[in-house]
């Protein structure tokens, strides 16, 4: 019984996808039933994604053998404006741990604990490269917004697996303690929303924090605002239990992409300046059908959006504006589609999405042509050292 | 991460001596335990007056010429064994080329056997040249019973097992297959033997079982004599392109004694005017020999029997050059083998009968004594194939790398003896840090990256460990040279020391510099670094050095090497550097 409840799901759920992204409403080719990944109930966030940020965009792909995690590389890639997308990949440390950043153009790259490594390396961004000094921290925490930089004062922030936000004032300066998990959980905030976990960090442009969060209780947003000292939290009525998977700034606060529910979860974006909270409808189909998540954040735009990925035997792009309903991207794309991200400065539409397919060392990037078909933009061909861990 | 192969690496020669030798005072330690145990029974023996000897059925002379042929064979292939390049070369020079171009599955075969051996180079060698020696005894001594048959069994798994991992299946997957070259394989031949001496005596007198063998044999030598006439394979066509000038140009280049070069150069010139007059000849001797076990008559057998085993030794000396001259020989090629066989097969027909009967069986006397010697010499040819065997079991079944293979990747330039170069850098508080002002005091230099995800925080690991074992001793400085050239900050070499656990730890000094001036020490330490792409760590030699109290090199080695590492391996790396620091410090 449990199987065949598990395909109808399987279903149902690609059946409203191919639906909600074709022009048309024609259904996509399906196969057997049996042929579909099974779904995953695993709500780890997906490093694969990527960040648009003043015209330099950056994206963060899985690639080599990816069944093997000790033979899975993860590689960045950067494209300026409207400039062609090159390898990024910081040099000098093996990627299989994961790759994580905070904003492309003057930010942050690091790479995540694995194998022997207990310590993660990070290297400054200028313009979308990596420096060649680079630094090493105590681990990382895995997550997408791991880590922030202020595009001010150029004070730098991470979250550690063991749950501590560290703030280093300068490149040379030592990293000190700004808050951890068991400081937040002592604050009203922290109570309110019943805190698990840090999940993300950012900063706002006033240059105080947020940090995402995972929270027990029903009724907040996961996003936690710091302002003179005092921690605080949004309230939202609608929402159950809930868990940030990204977080990024956004004009004068943060968006966040939400993981809202329990094992029928679904994902909403949020967005937050002082004290308005808007929500975007949830993705019309449950967050077990993720694959990987892209976020495209336009600093100083007209509006911030969250494009999230989803599907089973292909997947689909959507927009999630805060305050509205999701936007679907036309035509669904193939299931080795790992992220989709924006490209150049506009505001973000299907035209200046650009999405990343892999096949072991090979990424192939796609476009929306004029007629809402995925074209080929162009391939990026990475010599992966296979079993450079092992 | 190492850098590329030594196979002549001193080291690895060293520790293959040593452990030749230790396994050596093993075997002779069980020989005197059993010449002691053999004198008390021979005594016994006589003391009692027992019966004085025994009939017993003659040995077929098909076993006999196995059993004594491939003996001998083993005997050969341990003693070339012995070569100190084996360790590392054997399956880097050997192995891997005969597998060059082998379909995937046939090449993973091979990469199995040869991973599995470099794992452990010193360790599988040593048990290489008793395993092969112990076979060839026990079969040349024990010539009858439960202990010969199982000798011939021995020698069959083994062979077998040397045929499919080491000899890429006989390159039987691989164009353009050959008689004259090897195919099947040598040790193909020696599995046949194994199993033929493995069986019961009574069999091979039988004339059902002989007729099978005729057959079989017939087919093969029939398939390659097609196989060799066939057109189009290179092997009519001369010129220097062609199959026989290519090979014979191909051996007359490796070194080797002048007579065998000078045949192979004669055989150069011969064939690249005149292939076709060889080719016919090897396509006639095969047809021959074919046809006479396919005839089923002992006659034609006789008659193709002599031609192969003339035409084999002529291959031999032309083809194979002697097998063992040029290069790194391990056997003697397929064609004394495969003459065995063959003689072989004739005597098998020519003995075998319709109904074998006990009371036809020619008997021979063996004394007593003889009898007990025979035993006990089996006995004592089965502890020298078990002292190869064992740890060869070992080699399959260990996990990680041994440190010896570690040793012959990317050995350090500085020789033993000479003065350590000298060097200013930070440590990892920023303080300046110079190698001579520790005169007085013993260094153990290695180079790791701080950000390495395999082998460096391991390695550093093993320094502390081994520094404990010293007593934390103050007179012995533990220094490590940042072999990163992007992560080179104080901070990031302090985040390492955290991660690690090495801050309280105050004999550790972990230093870096700017990209010139540790470039300056990695090219005077003969360190290459490499940065790779694709999410690639930096690559990097691990050599490691013990200098003295006055400043000269006493010791190096290189790190554990690619691959994971167990707590064996790391144990055994701590007593290296325990070891040479105590020598140093004397």
């Known amino acids: 019984m449990l199987r065949r409840a598990t395909g109808v799901s399987v279903a149902f759920v690609a059946a409203s996808m191919a639906l909600l992204t074709s022009p048309v409403g024609a259904m996509p080719p399906m196969g057997s039933m049996s042929s579909m990944p099974s779904m995953s109930t695993s709500a780890a966030p997906s490093l694969a994604g990527g960040v648009n940020d003043a015209g330099t965009s950056m994206s963060i792909l899985p690639m080599g053998h990816l069944s093997d995690s000790a033979n899975t590389f993860f590689q960045s890639f950067t494209a300026r404006s409207d400039a062609s997308w090159n390898l990024s990949t910081p040099p000098g440390i093996a990627t299989n741990g994961g790759i994580t950043l905070s904003s492309p153009s003057n930010g942050a790259i690091a790479v995540l604990p694995y194998y022997a490594l207990h310590l993660s390396a990070i290297s400054p961004l200028v313009d979308g490269v990596s420096s060649q000094d680079g630094e090493a921290v105590t681990s990382l925490l895995k997550a997408p917004s791991a880590m922030a930089k202020s595009p001010h004062s150029g004070a730098f922030f991470l979250v550690t697996r063991k749950g501590s936000v560290l703030e280093q004032s300068g490149p040379t300066q030592p990293f000190t303690t700004v808050t951890s998990l068991s400081a937040l959980k002592k604050t009203s905030a922290g109570k309110r929303c019943g805190i698990q976990a840090i999940t993300g960090i950012a900063i706002q442009s006033d240059e105080s924090l947020a940090v995402g969060v995972r929270c027990s209780s029903p009724g907040t947003t996961g996003v936690l ?166 | 991460m190492g850098g590329s192969v030594n196979t002549n690496s001193s080291y690895v020669t060293a520790q293959f001596n040593t452990a030749l030798l230790q396994e050596l005072i093993v075997i002779a330690v069980a020989m005197l335990a059993i010449a002691i145990l053999s004198t008390l029974v021979l005594r016994r023996q006589a003391s009692k007056a027992l019966e004085l000897g025994f009939d017993l059925p003659q040995e077929p002379a098909v076993r006999r010429l196995l059993r004594l042929g491939f003996g001998v064979i083993w005997v050969i292939d341990g003693l070339l064994q012995l070569q100190p390049q084996m360790p590392i070369g054997l399956p880097d020079n050997v192995v891997t080329p ?40 026990w079969l040349l001594v024990a010539n009858r019973g439960w202990a010969s048959r199982a000798a011939g069994w021995a020698s069959a798994v083994w062979a077998l097992n040397v045929w499919i991992f080491g000899n890429a299946l006989g390159t039987l997957f691989m164009a353009p297959i050959s008689w004259t070259t090897g195919a099947p394989g040598a040790v193909f031949f020696y599995v046949l033997a194994g199993v033929a001496i493995g069986l019961p005596p009574m069999m091979l007198k039988r004339q059902s079982f002989s007729l099978w063998m005729s057959r079989v044999l017939g087919l093969g030598l029939a398939y390659f004599a097609i196989l060799q006439a066939w057109p189009g394979r290179g092997f009519w066509g001369g010129g220097k392109d062609g199959a026989y000038p290519s090979m014979a140009s191909e051996m007359g280049s490796v070194s080797q004694p002048g007579f065998s070069a000078s045949i192979q150069h004669w055989f150069q010139t011969f064939t690249t005017n005149s292939s076709w007059t060889y080719n016919t000849l090897v396509v006639v001797v095969l047809a021959l020999a074919a046809f006479g076990f396919l005839s089923g008559k002992v006659s034609w057998m006789r008659l193709g029997t002599i031609v192969y085993v ?76 078990l002292v190869g065997a064992v740890p060869m079991l070992l080699v399959g079944v260990l996990p990680g790398t041994s440190a010896d293979v570690a040793a012959a990747t990317g050995a350090g330039v500085q020789e033993l003896n000479s003065p350590a170069p000298d060097f200013t850098l930070i440590d990892q508080q920023g303080k300046r840090f110079t190698l001579s002002d520790y005169r007085g005091k013993t260094v153990v230099l290695s180079f790791i990256d701080p950000v390495c995800t395999s082998e460096c925080p391991i390695e550093a690991q093993e320094m502390q460990v081994a520094s404990q074992q010293l007593g934390n001793n103050p007179a012995v400085e533990f220094v490590a040279i940042n072999s990163n050239p992007l992560y080179r900050s104080p901070a990031t070499l302090r985040a390492f020391d955290t991660a690690e656990g090495l801050t309280g730890w105050n004999q550790w000094q972990f230093l870096t510099g700017t990209k010139a001036q540790l470039q300056t020490v990695w090219d005077a330490y003969g360190v290459g670094v490499e940065i790779l792409a694709g999410g690639g760590m930096a690559a990097h030699a691990e050599p490691i050095y013990v200098i003295n109290s006055s400043g000269v090199i006493t010791a190096t080695w290189t790190a554990l090497a690619e691959g994971s590492v167990n707590t064996l391996e790391s144990q055994s790396a701590v007593s290296l550097i325990v070891s040479e620091v105590q020598k140093a410090s004397k």
């Open chain 1, 225 to 390: 605002t710091q302002s003179g000292g005092t921690w605080t939290g949004s309230l939202a009525s609608k929402v159950g239990p809930c868990s940030v998977v990204r977080i990024d700034p956004s004009g004068a606060g943060v968006i966040a992409l939400v993981r809202t529910g329990g094992m029928k979860a679904s994902l909403r974006s949020i967005s937050i300046a002082g004290s308005s909270v808007k929500l975007s409808s949830p993705l019309p189909f449950m967050y077990s059908t993720l694959r990987s998540t892209a976020v495209s954040n336009e600093s100083g735009g007209v509006r911030s959006d969250i494009v999230a990925l989803a599907g089973t035997k292909h997947v689909a792009a959507a927009i999630l504006t805060p305050g509205e309903h999701v936007h679907p991207v036309a035509s669904v794309l193939p299931l080795s589609t790992r992220a989709v991200v924006s490209q150049g400065t506009a505001t973000i539409s299907p035209a200046t999405l650009r999405a990343f397919q892999v096949s072991k060392g090979k990424a192939t990037i796609q476009e929306l042509n004029a007629s809402s078909a995925w074209e080929t933009l162009s391939v990026v061909n990475v010599t992966i050292p296979y079993g450079s861990t092992k």
């Open chain 2, 98 to 137: 005969t597998a060059a171009s082998a379909p995937a599955w046939v090449s993973s075969l091979v990469t199995f056997g040869t991973d599995a051996w470099l794992r452990h180079p010193v360790l599988a060698a040593s048990a290489t040249v008793w395993l092969q020696l112990g076979l060839g005894l």
């Open chain 2, 310 to 385: 003339a035409m084999a030794l002529v291959d031999w000396v032309l083809v194979q050059d002697f097998a063992v001259f040029g290069g790194m020989g391990t056997d003697l090629n397929s064609m004394i083998p495969s003459a065995l066989i063959v003689g072989g097969a004739y005597l098998l027909a020519r003995d075998a009968k319709e109904v074998v009967d006990l009371e036809e069986i020619p008997v021979v006397r063996e004394s007593r004594d003889t009898r007990t010697l025979r035993f006990v010499g089996a006995i004592a040819a089965t502890v020298v194939f």
